[in-house]
């Protein structure tokens, strides 16, 4: 499997993003689907999940409420839209699959990464 995220850029506080990750290979639907982030001088954290089928989703408390993830089995995508964003939400945002993952996946598990996407906000 392999990941290319897309659709990060330099926003204002208070705006909005859309991040995508499309997938290749043929088991897409097969992967819970996440996003984590690493900011300068910090480690990887996590973001938010999709479970693999599609009926859960898990975020990290900094970010519930204000983004939201998705997925679109048919176009082997991955979104998470990101609203009311923040200073703190500045960082390099990474896609990730696990086979058949938890919600909570540690990084350790990630089966594949993409390449990251920066977000930076400006107050």
């Known amino acids: 499997v392999q990941l290319q995220a897309s659709g990060g850029g330099l926003v204002q506080a208070g705006g909005s993003l859309r991040l995508s990750c499309a997938a290749s290979g043929r088991t897409f639907s097969s992967y819970t689907m996440g996003w984590f982030r690493q900011a300068p001088g910090k480690e990887r954290e996590f973001v938010a999940t999709?479970?693999?089928?599609?009926?859960?989703?898990n975020y990290a408390d900094s970010v519930k409420g204000r983004f939201t993830i998705s997925r679109d089995d048919a176009e082997n995508t991955v979104y998470l839209q990101m609203n009311s964003l923040k200073p703190e939400d500045t960082a390099v945002y990474y896609c990730?699959?696990?086979?058949?993952?938890?919600?909570?996946?540690?990084?350790?598990?990630?089966?594949?990464w993409g390449l990251g996407t920066l977000v930076t906000v400006s107050s």
């Open positions: 999709i479970m693999w089928s599609g009926s859960s989703t």
């Open positions: 990730a699959a696990v086979y058949y993952g938890s919600l909570s996946p540690r990084i350790y598990q990630v089966d594949y």
